[in-house]
């Protein structure tokens, strides 16, 4: 993530939206930041701008923030998108496969608001600690199932890293391989494994045993 830019919160909830407003601010004061407190106003924001980051709930009086990610992720795949929601679960998997790098309560205090927000810069999800517990204990559930997954020595290597915060070009760094290598491996992970992005791919790793 570039140390300037352009960010959009949606929410619809006045206070919430000054809160979250405040730790976007203070997060990344170098980015201009855009507000809008319906489905309306941010789509009408989401042709008329490149966002490099949205903050958005999914909630909203005029339609679904769901809609709003995968109008995203079509036509922007650069941005990263998280969701911010008082809703522990409800609707964690939706999101992630529509594409968002991020699920976090806005009931945290600002200082873990702010850190999960500053990860993106180091590619890390922003996943709060009640969603990372709830995503592990979805794959537990699963028992053995993921581990029919076929994968090759390097496909165990790069998950390992990449689940550490790592960016792309560190595991290539790390194994002396191309940096589109490692975007080879990491695209096959996600087609053996059915995901989409980082954050479903660090807890994967979690639940496979190949991070600590």
């Known amino acids: 993530m570039q140390s300037s830019g352009l960010a959009l919160l949606v929410e619809d909830n006045p206070h919430a939206l000054e809160w979250l407003g405040n730790c976007l601010a203070e997060a990344f004061p ?12 941010a789509a009408n924001l989401l042709k008329q701008h490149q966002f490099n980051l949205v903050l958005i709930d999914l909630r909203l009086p005029d339609g679904n923030g769901m809609d709003l990610i995968r109008t995203l992720r079509g036509q922007n795949h650069d941005c990263q998108v998280v969701v911010a929601t008082i809703y522990d679960d409800k609707n964690l998997f939706a999101a992630l496969k529509a594409g968002a790098q991020g699920y976090i309560l806005k009931d945290q205090d600002k200082d873990k608001i702010i850190s999960h927000l500053l990860g993106l810069q180091q590619d890390r999800p922003a996943i709060s600690a009640a969603t990372s517990r709830r995503l592990i204990s979805h794959f537990n559930q699963q028992g053995n199932e993921l581990t029919h997954y076929k994968l090759t020595t390097r496909e165990h290597e790069v998950p390992v890293m990449l689940s550490k915060g790592y960016t792309i070009e560190q595991p290539a760094d790390s194994l002396h391989i191309a940096v589109e290598t490692v975007r080879g491996y990491v695209k096959s992970l996600y087609s053996k494994l059915g995901i989409n992005n980082r954050a479903e791919l660090t807890l994967i790793a979690v639940r496979l045993g190949l991070a600590n």
């Open 30 to 41: 170098a980015y201009r930041l855009l507000r809008a407190a319906t489905y309306t106003e």
